[in-house]
């Protein structure tokens, strides 16, 4: 900045401060620079004849030299004040076309991010190189309406009668800052949902995760009771299954380990397997497939013999039952080397009893001549009828069963002729030869 002048010999009471500042600054309009130089001379009362001294110093060097250039050849300080103010003015601030000035209002809408206050303040400033005279309040109010951004201000604006400048205007700052405030309550509300949904869920898995480490700490490996192993009753027992000394069979690990059993020690029952089969939770209807002594003796079910990979066992044939059914015990005993996947799978019995289910098995099934891979067998609780049902006689023909029904059931084909030859004789005129039968 350069130096301010020297006031000795001036008539002036008083010299404008050094801290004015020296244009150029392209942030601001050269206009509204001489507006503020104007308003020094009049606060520190510079007469008129020094004006145009404080101009050209104020100027800076770079202005000062575009304006000698401008006013060639004569020299700035020959011209007035006002002249040199003119000729900077016409190269800085040139007075622009009007029709372009009102083109570029008519398409100034409201910018993301901007407020409407912003978005006013533009309109204004804008306004000034249109030339609307009397019209300028209703150009304002029409353009702000037509360019604010948010389509349910525009609505409650356009329902107004007789809608004044600034009335517009303060209802769009009202709504604006309404729904500002409104998204920051949604926002600190949803924090606040996210927060009590996330401390149960820490609480209550550190709860669970203490839980299962203190009935861990509990579990004797002797019986699998709860309590400690050197206070068991079983500590000189032998295994009946690995006849070694200081546990039983139920907590006996080498059985457990050929058993191959994802099964856990826990008292959720859904928590029995460790793995899943991508099914959605379904609910399926079964017969109640009860053991009794006597299952292999009951000429009232049909039985077909199915070939597993080294089994060969029996299964019911039931189109009664949605799914193929086996027996946990059945499972332990001759399908362990399958792995136990979880299932949504729901099983009920025509009584509506729901049947305890552990898991899936996906085995190789051969019935008769045709050999099938990847068929669901569920295992059940307990020791249960194993059951054939409908999803597995669709994966096979037909023919098959007929085969193994004919061989299983050899015993009754002597029966069911002579029990109808039987009826045939005892109403013989019902089935004469010629004419109707009669019976009475």
Known sequence: MSPPLSTSGFDDAAAIPPNFLEFYDTKSKFKRWVQR???????????????????????????YDTLCDLVSPCKPESKTYDANVAALTNYLDPVPLEIAEYFAFHHRHQQEGETVKEYMAVLRRMAAGCNFGSFLETALRNQLVCGLSSQKIKDRLLETRDLKLQTAFDIAVGMEVSHIEGEKTKDVNALRMNMKKQWPTMNNSQSKNNHVQDSH???????????????CTWINASCNYCHKIGHIKKACLKLKNNQ??????????????????????????VNNCLIDSNRDNDSSKFWVSVNFSNVKLRLELDTGSAVSVIGKDDYIKHLSEHTLLKTNVKLRTYSNHYLHVLGVIIVTASVGTEKRENLKLYVVEGARLPLLG?????????????????SVHSIETGIVPLSLQSLLDKHSKLFQEEGLGEIK
């Open 37 to 63: 130089l104007e308003g020094a001379f009049s606060l520190y009362n510079i007469s008129p004849s020094k004006k145009n001294a404080y101009f050209l110093h104020y100027i800076g060097a770079e202005l």
């Open 217 to 231: 700490s509990k579990i004797c490996y002797r019986c699998g009771g709860d309590h400690s192993a050197n206070k």
């Open 260 to 285: 191959k059993v994802n099964f856990v020690d826990t008292e959720d029952p859904e928590k029995d397997v460790v793995q899943y089969v991508s099914e959605s939770e379904t609910v399926y209807l």
């Open 390 to 406: 409908r999803e597995w006689i669709r994966a096979f023909t037909w023919a098959n069963f007929r085969d193994c029904l004919a």
